[in-house]
């Protein structure tokens, strides 16, 4: 080991030194650390309020001509339900959070490059977020008219008051917290990063959030842009989206999906990033083609940007053969990722702990809404089921696969990092077992319902049309993943009242986040192994096993 | 620097490609548009780290073998505590509901922001001038040291 660090401070500075304590110091801090754990706090809460919506909607729906909130608020619920679990959860949560705290350690600085800019990204983000959910306090409610806001029906005369404009403001405050953070991964990544971790030995979590941040930069200023019209249209008298004054509707569609489909893989690439890194070490194994990984993220990053059109087939306005082509090559990239998966688990010693029981069941999760996208890059199926709950079950599928397994087993991968706890592992599995049955029952039958065509967005059906069974089949999934849900709360409770302590590197992992102290300390590290592989930790613990390039007497010819 | 490049480069010049296809197939002006601001905003840093790449050392990140001793140093002069990005923040969300609730709004808003930028442009210029390679020479004009 090598001293990297040194945390001494001058004579003035420890003079003028007074660290504040308790509310303020949680306010005012621009450590990483404490920013990531805020964003990883207030994403959950997100979830947990969308989700309770969620159960609300399922409910309505339990019974035919359901009457359990009227068509206007159900209307309302589902956008926000919708909005929350995008704009405020499965993003912030990713990008905020874990790679807020994990970035930096798996790359060995002391902290972002813009710690002050990260510190207001979170307050941007908490603010808009906070001002989605004003809405339901006006007298004209939330936003009503679906995540996507399409034109005419979000603009002034069929969604008038402030209820929309709460949900413009909030998005746009929100993308701007995105956009911030988007650069300061970025530059964290390329500037921030220990002597001799080159690109090509950062760990597949930092690829995939280098990747994430990129496609930040490409999408959220497109949606910016966009809402600006929005607005503009709304208030002050501007035809961007109207046909009235000679504006184009579909356009608001090209503006949201050129932000909306990057968006879904600016969701989906971290929490494969986090598969990516919990496998190989409940696996006891090197990833089985690191290139190729970061390769398929890339390739996974550019196309994603070329398919935006996917989503208005219907609309008889785009190139079918243009987009549906470069949508099914998405599943080339992404294959390899599976595969990749697969073959790193393919004869190692797994050890079956909560983190990899997470990531195993996110694999067919997400292969199953994976194969259901890739059937609706089909523009005949896809003509056939828009709008209906197959397309419904489908990208829940996806999003639950990628948020929820893959981020919850990132939660029990990085929990003993993060607090120096360990996790109960009995609940965890409890955990893990009743969420992925309430998944399953929840989300297989909206895929029938929506080939015997049940449209989406619909608050009631009637008892002749054939769907009762099933949707209650799907209600009753539903409270089971919350219960499932709910154990999640119970596991991190009992490790608050009772602290089983957290050995720095509990699950022998690889990457330089295993090398510092769980929790890590004020600028990370203390001291750091040299890097000579893209697995520096485990070069240090197993040197018999390393992978470690040879070090060359009179120093690295590549250095002159 | 050099792979940093190629990424950037590499996305963007995939961004041209699909650009070309699209506009000379469905001559759509939306996506079109779009696309090629995606590309520019790919080519254009990737020729910029491409361009100083080839004129400057390998960085030490980007050395196979070295010691961590080598970028050894004092870390945290700037502050860990600032109340400042908050106050912007509260500053960006008055302002932001001023779109909704009346201009009002904005005049507070904008106090905030405006107070909260020249505060923490004052905090940077302090916090810099801890730094000892930063502090004025003794005994000078009171100017800082050439670098």
Known sequence: ?560 | MRTESRIYLGVGSFFLLILIVYFLWSKESTGSVLLLASAGLGILPGLYMGWWSRRMRPRLEDVEVVEPLDISGVVGTFPENTIFPFTLGIGAWLTGLAFVFGVWFAVIGMGFVLGAAVAATVESKRASLAEPANRPAPGGDGRLRDR
Request: no cysteine; hydrophobic share 50%; net charge neutral.
């Open chain 1, 1 to 560: 080991m090598t001293s990297l660090l040194s945390t001494e401070k001058t004579g003035s500075q420890v003079e003028e030194s007074h660290p504040p304590g308790g509310f303020y110091r949680w306010i005012t801090s621009v450590d990483h650390k404490v920013i990531g754990k805020n964003y990883m706090y207030t994403a959950l809460t997100f979830m947990f309020i969308a989700g309770a919506m969620a159960l609300l909607i399922r409910t309505q729906l339990f019974n035919p001509n359901g009457h359990v909130v009227g068509q206007q608020t159900y209307n309302e619920l589902f956008t926000i339900h919708g909005s929350m679990m995008l704009y405020l959860f499965a993003g912030p949560f990713a990008f905020g959070g874990f790679a807020n705290y994990i970035v930096p350690l798996q790359i060995g600085a002391p902290d972002m490059a813009f710690p002050r800019l990260n510190n207001l990204s979170y307050w941007l983000f908490l603010t808009g977020g906070s001002t989605m959910l004003l809405g339901f306090f006006t007298a004209s409610g939330a936003a009503a008219f679906g995540w996507v806001a399409y034109a005419p029906l979000s603009s002034n005369p069929y969604s008038p008051g402030p209820g929309p404009d709460l949900w413009i403001v909030s998005i746009a405050l929100v993308g701007f917290s995105g956009i911030f953070t988007g650069v300061n991964l970025v530059t964290t990544i390329f500037y921030l990063r220990a002597p001799g971790l080159t690109m090509f030995r950062m760990p597949l979590f930092t690829w995939s959030m280098l990747v994430t941040g990129i496609l930040i930069l490409v999408a959220f200023p497109v949606l910016t842009a966009a809402l600006v019209m929005l607005y503009a249209d709304r208030h002050f008298g501007a035809h961007f989206f109207s046909v009235q004054g000679g504006g184009v509707p579909v356009m608001w569609q090209n503006l949201f999906w050129f932000f909306g489909h990057p968006e879904v893989y600016i969701l989906a690439l971290p929490f494969f990033g986090i598969i990516s890194e919990v496998v190989p070490v409940f696996a006891r194994k090197p990833i089985f083609g690191y290139r190729g990984m970061v390769f398929a993220t890339l390739a996974i990053a550019g196309l994603s940007t070329g398919v935006w059109a996917h989503h208005m087939f219907t609309t008889g306005t785009v190139l079918l053969p243009f987009f549906s082509a470069l949508s099914l090559l998405i599943a080339v990239p992404t294959g390899i990722k599976v595969f990749t998966w697969i073959a790193t688990i393919w004869g190692g010693q797994i050890r079956f702990g909560v983190p990899m029981l997470f990531a195993m069941g996110f694999i067919p999760a997400f292969v199953m809404g994976g194969i259901t996208g890739v059937m609706l890059a089909s523009p005949p199926i896809d003509f056939y089921t828009h709008d209906t709950y197959f397309v419904v079950a489908h990208f829940h599928q996806v999003l639950i696969a990628t948020t929820i397994f893959a981020g919850f087993a990132g939660i029990y991968y990085w929990y003993p990092k993060i607090t120096g706890r360990m996790l109960s592992e009995r609940i965890g599995r409890w955990n893990f077992w009743i969420t992925y049955l309430g998944f399953w029952v929840t989300f297989m039958p909206q895929y029938l319902l929506g080939l015997r065509g049940m449209p989406r967005r619909i608050a009631v059906y009637s008892a002749t049309d054939g769907f009762t069974f099933l949707n209650r089949v799907s209600t009753v999934g539903a409270y089971v993943m919350a219960i499932g849900m709910a154990l999640f709360l119970v596991n991190v409770v009992r490790s608050w009242r009772r602290p089983v302590a957290a050995e720095d590197n509990p699950w022998d992992g690889a990457t330089l986040e295993w090398a510092t102290s769980s929790p890590p300390p004020t600028h990370n590290f203390h001291s750091l192994p040299p890097i000579r592989s893209a697995r520096p930790v485990w070069d240090a613990n197993h040197p018999e096993h390393s992978d470690a390039a040879p070090v060359i007497a009179g120093g690295d010819e590549s250095a002159h």
